[in-house]
């Protein structure tokens, strides 16, 4: 035990008291021994590089280039993602892609290039292969996006010298290859930035340094700096001036990122690139190199790992939790003290106090005797209802969940066969093996209680999955034995993804048990593909400026990861925010996806009246301001669902060769309409703002300003500077609610635009994307339909003061 250990541990005790401490003890001791026990033990490792390019087979897309000890598997699809997989590793199967691997380019082919080595071209991306295995990915033009070097792996010599070229035809499972560690350095231009890797709490640009792929409950509240946290992802996101690209290492392992940034004009005016090293404890050596504009990208990787699950209407609306509340009587008057002041409100969550001495799919009789009632009173006035769930289910007699799966057989085992045991809030616990198909079939079915008790939407907890440790991981041991869909593995691979399989257990039940009704949940952990099953959160962010800035690190990162729907728990988690802070997270808060006030059991109340007068007066400006734009966000929602585009983007979205905005972490675009500067500092009533190019809207005062460049706008207590773009057309609500267009006057000869997605409620069907123009004629803005068609909404036209 390390001093950090000793730090948890004293932490853990003091949260979960000495009963739990001490069962928690005895927990990291078994999982000690079972790895011991069942994992292989330590014996010689001999490096090996691939050696010298042996000859080439062209394959459709692309071919296999035959190395002296490997063989490298390159395939441009026909939207020009790049699949690159050594050793035999092909792209399936694969837990992050979606459905069958996407067609290749039948145009692409292999050809040999200068030196011995090799080349694909396509019409999108070339991919050049030196004699010895170094990989360089190109745009069409020739400038290098990224240079992979030859990867080294280390072998177990009881496995053989590999003195031949490693065959995965032999197991029929590419990772049956990849049991070696190995290592693949990378370059980049020097004037590269990285994103990416997840939900990280320092960024979204990630800095010098090294960054875990291991799920992980930081065990308290997290502040920038701490790392990893509960949804890493190995998914990069690279924007220099040659180009944009996004790189995904699909393999489910556990590794570490080594990144630094580049220099330029070092040493005799030579540049030093960028580098990124990736360092994997085992499983198969294969990634995707996707390229373009960042909207290209990520709509690329929208198509390779499935569209974002589209939340329902209410779930864009504010949403109220806390840990600790009294019963459905304190719920009612919460929701009361909203309606009394005029604030809107759409659902409220229930934390794990609700549930019977902390199971999972019960509920506390005593505090809350009619669960079902509440609901639907609570629905009649247009607030819903959302349940926690975790994952783990006390390992106890008389527990229906705990009888019924093991008679199912669904629950973790040991590699003797016996069930893995953990603790948390419930005591000592079981936990589902979500890799395996009749296990989330099983687990879906549970909802239907859930169901019964008036829930409309889920948040999935402490699914990294975690079990409580004063020392070790506070997760199940290495050794347990998971199905990974019949290939059979421990937990060394399925860690990572446990949550997903999770998430797709409970939509796919959710939309068994409802299938008129498309399934809201989040989850706080994931991997590569979780959005195709709902959204995430930031999980315990601690509460402080510094927790602030983590917030909008986090949703900007993981919506470049292909998760575009999320949001932090307003006013921090872990203690009482100061009134001036509570408001400038609100503020934030009412811009994001998933907008939520929540806290910890000793952490303080997070209703705005709660922080006086003054407080409340402007958070009912924000939550107003929110319901206004709620249009706006659920066509945000359609476009992430058909585009992959996040509602929140970095200010670089459309200038991605514009450095000065490539740096920019403190402000985002909501859309392409709308740039957010949130206050992330105490006492600031005044901020610059690094402005894309264009002419851009205050939308308080009117006031015009001109990018690119810096400016200064107000930040009064009462709102965070909000700009819109010329020419911008949004859908917002009206007085009576139904949807206006409010349109920002172009520049002077300039036209501009804007999509809108109209609500179809909260079912599957998909409507169709209303495209509008703006153009000045004479002295007035005109609004028209692409399609010719009246525009058959009422327009309203602001700025035409500063235009």
């Known amino acids: 035990m390390d001093g950090r250990d000793l730090v948890r541990s004293v932490r853990m005790v003091r949260a979960v008291g000495p009963a739990q401490g001490l069962r928690s003890v005895r927990s990291a001791w078994r999982a000690r021994r079972a790895d011991a026990r069942a994992l292989p033990r330590r014996v010689p490792e001999r490096a090996r590089v691939p ?48 459905g069958a691997c996407p067609e290749v380019d039948p145009r692409a082919v292999l050809e040999p290039d200068t030196e011995g080595g090799w080349r694909v071209v396509s019409e999108r991306v070339l991919v050049t292969v030196s004699r010895y295995g170094a990989v360089e990915v190109r745009t069409p033009g020739g400038a290098v996006l990224r240079r992979e070097q030859p990867p080294r792996w280390w072998d177990r010599t009881e496995d053989g010298d590999h003195t031949e070229e490693p065959d995965a035809s032999r197991t029929g499972r590419p990772e049956a290859c990849g049991a070696s560690r190995w290592v693949l350095r990378s370059e980049v231009a020097a004037d590269a930035r990285f994103f990416g890797l997840g939900g990280r709490a320092h960024g979204p640009r990630l800095r010098d340094g090294e960054y875990r792929l291991w799920n992980t409950d930081p065990g308290g509240a997290f502040e920038p700096g701490d790392d990893p946290l509960s949804l890493t992802m190995p998914v990069q996101i690279v924007v220099a001036d040659a ?121 506390d009789r005593a505090r809350y005797p009619d669960l079902p009632g ?48 953990g603790v948390v809030w419930a005591g000592e616990s079981v936990y589902p093996d979500f890799t395996d198909a009749g296990v989330r079939a099983w687990w879906g079915e549970r909802y239907a209680e859930r169901l019964a008790q008036g829930f409309s939407g889920f948040w999935h907890d402490m699914n990294e999955p975690v079990s409580f440790a004063p020392f070790g991981e506070p997760t199940l041991p290495r050794s347990a034995r998971h199905a990974l869909e019949g290939s059979g593995g421990d937990h060394r691979e399925a860690h990572n993804v446990y949550a997903l399989a999770m998430a797709r257990a409970g939509f796919e039940g959710l939309s068994e048990l409802r299938p008129e009704e498309r399934p809201f949940l989040f989850s706080r952990s994931g991997w590569a593909g979780l959005q195709r099953y709902g959204g995430t959160w930031s999980g315990d962010v601690a509460t402080g400026w510094p927790g602030l800035r983590a917030s909008l690190s986090l949703v900007l990162g993981l919506g470049l990861c292909g998760v575009p729907y999320s949001g932090p728990d307003v006013g921090g988690f872990s203690a009482e925010p100061s009134p001036e802070l509570y408001l400038r997270w609100f503020q934030l808060g009412a811009y994001l996806p998933l907008f939520r006030t929540h806290s910890a059991v000793r952490a303080g109340r997070r209703e705005p009246w709660e922080f006086g007068a003054e407080v409340l007066g402007h958070a009912r400006t924000a939550l107003r301001e929110r319901q206004r734009l709620l249009p706006y966000f659920g066509t945000l929602g359609q476009l992430a669902r058909l585009t992959g585009a996040p509602y929140v983007r970095p200010v670089w979205w459309n200038a991605p060769r514009d450095r000065a905005l490539r740096d920019c972490e403190d402000a985002f675009l909501l859309g392409d309409a709308l740039l957010v500067a949130p206050v992330l500092a105490a006492g600031v009533t005044r901020r610059p703002v690094r402005l894309p190019r264009g002419r851009w809207y205050d939308t308080a005062t009117g006031r015009a300003y001109r990018g690119p460049g810096r400016v200064w706008v107000d930040a009064p207590l009462s709102r965070i500077p909000v700009l819109a773009r010329a020419g911008a057309v949004l859908p917002v609500a009206g007085a009576d609610g139904a949807t206006e267009l409010e349109v920002w006057a172009p520049s002077a000869g300039r036209g501009g635009g804007g999509l809108v997605v109209p609500d179809a409620g909260d079912g599957w069907e998909r409507p169709a994307v209303e495209r509008f123009t703006t153009r000045w004629e004479d002295d007035r803005v005109v609004v028209e339909r692409r399609d010719g068609r009246p525009v058959g909404y009422p327009v309203r036209v602001r700025g035409l003061e500063g235009a």
């Not at 783990?392 to 799966?405: I, L, S, T």
Request: with cysteine; aromatic share 8%.
């Open 374 to 421: 509440l609901a639907r009173e609570l629905r009649a006035e247009g607030v819903r209802l959302v349940s926690i769930v975790d994952p783990a289910v006390k390992a106890e007699r008389g527990n229906a969940v705990y009888e019924g799966g093991r008679a199912a057989g669904a629950f973790v085992r040991d590699a003797r066969g016996r069930e893995v045991r």
């Open 51 to 98: 050696g010298p390019a042996r000859g080439a087979e062209s394959r459709p897309g692309g071919g296999v280039i035959h190395f002296a000890r490997s063989s490298l598997r390159v395939r441009v699809a026909s939207g020009g993602a790049v699949f690159c997989g050594w050793d035999g590793a092909g792209p399936e199967p694969s837990y992050a892609l979606a």
């Open 243 to 363: 180009g944009t690209h996004l790189v995904f290492h699909d393999n489910s392992w556990d590794g570490r990122v080594l990144l630094r940034e580049g220099v330029e004009g070092v040493g005799s005016g030579h540049d030093r690139p960028g580098s990124c090293q990736l360092r994997m404890d085992g499983g198969p050596l294969r990634y995707w190199v996707l390229a373009g504009t960042p909207a290209r990208v990520l709509q690329v990787w929208t198509a390779l790992t499935g569209a974002p699950a589209l939340p329902p209407r209410w779930a864009l609306g504010h949403q109220h939790a806390r840990w600790g509340f009294g019963g459905q009587d304190e719920v009612r008057r919460v929701v009361s003290g909203y309606q009394e002041r005029g604030l809107p409100l759409s659902a409220v969550h229930m934390d794990i106090d609700h549930y019977d001495h902390h199971r999972v799919f019960t509920v």
